[in-house]
């Protein structure tokens, strides 16, 4: 079992849709975290959840609605896209409560709003 | 504030020619930590390497290095020898926070080795 599972791998959707994007993590850790990678752009960090709490949440538009229900699990809700959302979403993990972990991260969703 | 300057955005090199991705740092804090990924066409992340502001010894890990330097806020990647295998967008990080949840990343610079 991989460290850090996304699926799916990649999502076609329209604007008016609703879908889900899911993150799941083996490695035992308490931090999970949303980045969104779009092309020409630094990795942006759009949430993080620290034992299961959220603990930042970066000016993310309404129409992404994070859910991290345990600390092996997050979910990224998305409804009503814009065309600019189209980008590639990875989730993270790390061990919270010790300085200087490194994060790891899934192979990531490729999302392309229509 | 915190901020990563990596800036070769492009790099091409033929296989087995060695070459340095730089990375420039900034931060006002005392205890940091430094850190490298590597992102393969697949789209992962994958972690290579961390370092503590408190250890400045370089660290070499097969054809892969690491220069760091304070008194510059440099933390460069040496590939020795480079491969195929190796291309790919390589990722500097820089993090203040003990607990590990406010990494900044660098834009990355994409390397492509060339058979």
């Known amino acids: 079992e991989t460290g850090v599972t996304q699926t799916p791998r990649h999502l076609v959707m329209g604007m008016t849709n609703k879908k889900s994007l899911k993150c799941e993590q083996h490695?035992?850790?308490?931090?999970m975290y949303w980045y969104k990678q779009s092309a020409k752009k630094p990795l942006e960090l759009m949430f993080v959840?620290?034992?299961?709490?959220?603990?930042e949440n970066n000016s993310v538009p309404s129409r992404f609605s994070p859910e991290c229900p345990n600390s092996s699990h997050l979910f990224l809700h998305l409804h009503t896209l814009q065309p600019e959302d189209s980008a590639l979403y990875l989730c993270?993990?790390?061990?919270?409560?010790?300085?200087?972990?490194?994060?790891?991260f899934g192979d990531g969703t490729r999302l392309s709003i229509l | 504030a915190q901020k990563v300057t990596q800036a070769q955005t492009e790099i091409s090199v033929v296989e087995k020619e060695d070459v340095t991705l730089d990375c420039v740092y900034e931060?006002?804090?005392?205890?940091?930590?430094l850190f490298w990924y590597k992102q393969p066409p697949s789209g992962e992340l994958v972690f290579l390497i961390r370092?503590?502001?408190?250890?400045?010894q370089n660290e070499i890990s097969g054809r892969y290095s690491w220069n760091f330097q304070k008194s510059t806020s440099s933390f460069n990647f040496t590939i020795t020898a480079s491969q195929v295998v190796d291309s790919a967008v390589y990722f500097c990080?820089?993090?203040?926070?003990?607990?590990?949840?406010?990494?900044?990343f660098g834009p990355g610079t994409r390397l492509s080795v060339l058979p």
């Open positions: 993270a993990s790390s061990q919270a409560n010790r300085g200087g972990q490194p994060q790891h």
């Open positions: 931060t006002r804090d005392t205890t940091y930590y």
């Open positions: 990080a820089l993090s203040e926070d003990n607990y590990g949840q406010n990494f900044v």
């Open positions: 370092r503590n502001s408190f250890d400045e």
């Open positions: 490695l035992g850790h308490n931090a």
């Open positions: 959840y620290s034992l299961e709490e959220r603990v």
